[in-house]
């Protein structure tokens, strides 16, 4: 490869690289074509880009722009996964595609200006989701007042049932 060529890939890396966040960084050793392109139309789908890269021209990519954190990621079959709703749905995704793939290994990520580890990416795909969450909330939130409602019902059926009896007594007071 010519020396002008080299250049503008590490450009077109750098450029690539630096919209990276959320991404999350991995290994795919040994993964056939046909699992690769699963891969793909599985995180596609969910506006997630997988992208193949070449590991020399990516480290001096990545130190040409000041993320000599990510460099480190760098080794052997790289692919990096960025894109989606948000980095616990796209951490979630490339969890699930990994899952069942000895040859598939997460090896860390980038996340709000911060170096993720293997460990936190998983942690993250281990979140519940959004709407999960959100669920959770209104759950929380619903039993306090389906009591206090509960609470209020009550009071009112002791109110008419005392109301009921003292209008029976006067009942029979005047008869």
């Known amino acids: ?38 891969m793909r139309a599985t995180l596609r789908e969910k506006d997630v880009r997988l992208r193949v890269v ?14 000599e954190d990510l460099v480190g990621l760098i080794d052997g079959p790289t692919a990096i996964a960025s894109g989606g709703e948000d980095p616990i749905a796209l951490a979630k995704l490339v969890a699930e595609c990994a899952k ?3 040859d598939v290994n997460i090896l860390g990520g980038f996340c709000d200006g911060d170096m993720l580890s293997a ?3 998983e ?3 281990k979140i519940p989701s959004r709407e999960a969450l ?28 005392a109301l009921k009896a003292i209008a029976d007594q006067k009942a029979e007071q005047q008869a």
């Open 100 to 102: 069942g793939k000895d």
């Open 1 to 38: 490869m010519s020396k002008r060529v080299t250049q503008l890939m590490v450009r077109e890396l750098g450029e690539y690289f630096r919209e990276l966040d959320p991404c999350v960084v991995m290994s795919y050793l040994g993964i056939d074509a046909e699992e690769a392109t699963q």
């Open 134 to 161: 959100y669920a959770q909330i209104l759950g929380g939130i619903h039993g306090p007042l389906a009591g206090v409602a509960g609470m209020f019902a009550s009071i009112q059926r002791s109110l008419v049932t």
């Open 119 to 121: 460990e936190q990416v």
């Open 123 to 125: 942690t993250f795909a």
């Open 54 to 67: 070449k590991n020399s021209l990516s480290r001096i990519a990545l130190r040409e722009i000041g993320r």
